[in-house]
């Protein structure tokens, strides 16, 4: 069998760094901002499966139940497309 994903419209924002406090404040649940052995700035998120960590250049996602998840750029273009207000 073959299914298709139904179209649902979400949140996001793109982790950078210049826009990690938006993306950081974009986060409702446990988000711990923190730095890597580089320095470079990452997030700590308690998702529904757990905590994972949002890098520079991740997006983060807020899903249909309202939950928070970070998620690969290549993943995210490959699953998503904007749309309009």
């Given at each position: 069998?073959?299914?298709?994903?139904?179209?649902?419209?979400?949140?996001?924002?793109?982790?950078?760094?210049?826009?990690?406090?938006?993306?950081?404040?974009?986060?409702?649940?446990?988000?711990?901002?923190?730095?890597?052995?580089?320095?470079?700035?990452?997030?700590?998120?308690?998702?529904?499966?757990?905590?994972?960590?949002?890098?520079?250049?991740?997006?983060?996602?807020?899903?249909?139940?309202?939950e928070?998840?970070p998620?690969?750029?290549?993943?995210?273009?490959?699953?998503?497309?904007?749309?309009?207000?």
């Amino acid at each position: 069998m073959k299914f298709r994903k139904k179209p649902v419209v979400i949140e996001a924002e793109h982790f950078t760094n210049e826009n990690k406090n938006r993306a950081f404040n974009f986060i409702t649940c446990n988000a711990y901002p923190r730095f890597d052995e580089h320095n470079n700035p990452t997030i700590k998120i308690e998702t529904l499966e757990g905590e994972m960590t949002a890098v520079l250049g991740d997006w983060i996602i807020k899903g249909v139940k309202g939950e928070f998840y970070p998620c690969k750029p290549d993943i995210f273009e490959a699953t998503y497309e904007p749309v309009d207000n």
